[in-house]
Nanobody, 120 residues
Framework: QVQLVESGGGSVQAGGSLTLSCGVS????????IGWFRQAPGKEREEVAH???????SYADSVKGRYTISKDNAKNTLYLQMNTMKPEDTAMYYC??????????????WGQGTQVTVSS
């Protein structure tokens, strides 16, 4: 089973930036699809972005142009660069890893997540 550890969250003012990291266990394969999700209080978890094995990326409309997802296969680490942040970006952020991107919607092995808080 893939183990995921998120880090890098914190508090930032609107307009600021943060970079999140997600360490993936040694069982991770570079051919997998990895994604970032977030869940705000009282709301359902939503996908923010994902990156496929061919490095193609997909972003939610709400973060397009502000967030950048990337990965370092040699370090088994996934990143999420967040710029021009808004108060509505406040949420717990989680990463997910699956053999194919269509399986992200069914991912259940969530880690602890990392809290991101954006103040106005």
């Amino acid at each position: 089973q893939v183990q995921l550890v998120e880090s890098g969250g914190g508090s930032v003012q609107a307009g600021g930036s943060l970079t999140l990291s997600c360490g993936v266990s040694r069982w991770f394969y570079s051919s997998w699809c990895i994604g970032w999700f977030r869940q705000a209080p009282g709301k359902e978890r939503e996908e923010v972005a994902h990156i496929d094995s061919d490095n193609s990326t997909s972003y939610a409309d709400s973060v397009k142009g502000r967030y950048t997802i990337s990965k370092d296969n040699a370090k088994n680490t996934l990143y999420l660069q967040m710029n021009t942040m808004k108060p509505e970006d406040t949420a717990m952020y989680y990463c997910a890893a699956v053999p194919a991107c269509y399986m992200l919607a069914d991912f259940t092995s969530w880690g602890q997540g990392t809290q991101v808080t954006v103040s106005s």
